[in-house]
């Protein structure tokens, strides 16, 4: 049974777990439990990236997930390579989103503009190796 651990900041989309499903044949999605999720979500820029914090997120996706999981990984770039890093290090397939962004723009009778950005989901992809 493929997983797929979810190291974002958002819930999943309809169309992204549809995705998984049929075209990566992912059976179950693994969010952080909360504890997890605040480091993910929460990683303080005032100071030297905290990498003993990320251990329990490494250590969570050692024991959660197996060799060829997914770990869809997207957030703060210091922790995504890190995360990414452990994949590559560890048989699992690291995996981001990617979007279509559709843009508008209405000039309000104020003269205000609104501008709106609606973003779509495209696919999952691999993290290049870089080897």
């Known amino acids: 049974m ?18 998984a499903k049929e075209a990566w044949k992912v059976e179950q999605f693994l969010p ?6 605040q480091i993910w979500s929460q990683v ?17 996706l050692e024991q959660q997930t197996a060799p060829q999981d997914l770990v869809w990984i997207q957030g703060e770039p210091g922790a995504v390579f890190l995360l990414v890093t452990w994949c590559f290090q ?3 397939i690291p995996i981001y989103a990617t979007t ?3 843009y ?3 000039l309000l009778p104020d003269g205000s503009i609104k501008n709106q950005h609606i973003f779509r989901h495209v696919n999952f992809r691999v ?3 870089g080897e």
């Open 32 to 37: 952080l439990p909360e504890d997890l999720q």
């Open 90 to 92: 560890n048989n699992r």
């Open 100 to 102: 279509k962004r559709e």
């Open 104 to 106: 508008s723009q209405q």
């Open 2 to 19: 493929r997983k797929m651990a979810m190291l974002v900041s958002h819930p999943l989309a309809s169309e992204q777990e549809r995705e």
């Open 44 to 60: 303080p820029p005032e100071e030297d990236f905290p990498v003993k914090r990320f251990q329990l997120i490494t250590d969570w």
């Open 127 to 129: 993290y290049p190796c």
